[in-house]
């Protein structure tokens, strides 16, 4: 979130527990994040038509599509809902490919936050661990203009898992 707000200033939609969690979800909260109660319906859909109105007010809102995090080496299958944000928002879709690096070029050893583990845990083996490169690569743009929401999600993911190295038809596996 942080590595792609650095660079290019957006607003991210995220699930509605950060803003719990120990000074990410205050500077998350403060940086303008969009929080989503998942399962209620209704917050959803409130959410989902501010989100609309803002990409056509000019704001750039950024999400990730997975919707969970995983173990580096791993592309999940993406959610499309929010896709549709960018269809009735008549505007292109722009995706980002992260990675996590060490010193030495590789997948770096403590950034995965999965499983049981906890925010605390998670930043304690950060801060304990070797020095992180964060590389994002902004890849081309995908246009929406009569598009279905599952298309351009596939699309998506596909130039992702394609710029991280992945083979498209192992994106859903860890890799490796």
């Not at 109105?53 to 791993?74: K, L, M, N, W, Y």
């Not at 996590?100 to 083996?125: C, E, K, N, R």
């Amino acid at each position: 979130m942080f590595v792609i707000n650095s660079l290019h200033p957006c607003r991210f939609v995220a699930k509605s527990d950060i803003r719990d969690w120990p000074l990410l979800g205050w500077l998350a909260d403060r940086s303008g994040t969009i929080f989503i109660a998942r399962g209620r319906v209704r917050d959803v859909r409130r959410i989902f038509e501010s989100l609309v109105v803002s990409i056509r007010a000019g704001e750039h809102v950024a999400f990730f599509p997975e919707g969970t995090t995983a173990t580096q080496g791993t592309v999940l299958p993406f959610h499309a809902n929010l896709f549709e944000a960018a269809i009735d928002a008549h505007v292109p879709v722009q995706p980002y490919a992260l990675r996590y690096l060490d010193a030495a070029g590789g997948l770096h050893p403590t950034v995965d936050f999965v499983g049981d583990m906890t925010f605390a845990q998670s930043m304690i083996a950060i801060l304990k661990g070797p020095p992180i490169i964060a590389q994002l690569n902004v890849l081309p743009v995908i246009g929406s203009e009569g598009a279905h929401r599952r298309e351009l999600a596939g699309a998506a993911r596909d130039a992702i898992a394609r710029a991280l190295g992945y083979r498209a038809e192992k994106t859903g596996n860890k890799i490796g």
